[in-house]
């Protein structure tokens, strides 16, 4: 199980959304498609945004959406 949840990685993307405004996030497909290209970045030599032990690409990806450390983009 991922942890944390899609809901919840979810509510994080959406939270600067001002109300009556379209959501950013909608699907877990886009929560998927944000880690997975930040994790390539991760791989392809970016520095991570989170201090810690060392973790998979894709886990860091995963704790910097949930932290708030990268955005994403409505329309992409």
């Given amino acids: 199980m991922l942890h ?3 809901s ?3 509510k994080v ?3 600067e959304v001002e109300q009556g405004e379209a959501p950013i ?3 877990r497909y886009s929560i998927v ?3 997975s290209r930040r994790a390539r ?3 392809g030599g970016d520095d991570a945004m989170i201090a810690g032990k060392e973790k998979k690409p894709l886990s860091v990806a995963v704790e910097e ?3 708030g450390k990268i ?3 409505g329309g992409e």
């Fill in 71 to 73: 955005k994403i983009l």
């Fill in 25 to 27: 996030v909608n699907s």
């Fill in 33 to 35: 498609m944000a880690t």
């Fill in 41 to 43: 970045q991760l791989i």
């Fill in 13 to 15: 993307v959406n939270s």
């Fill in 4 to 6: 944390p949840s899609y």
């Fill in 65 to 67: 959406l949930n932290q």
């Fill in 8 to 10: 919840d990685l979810m």
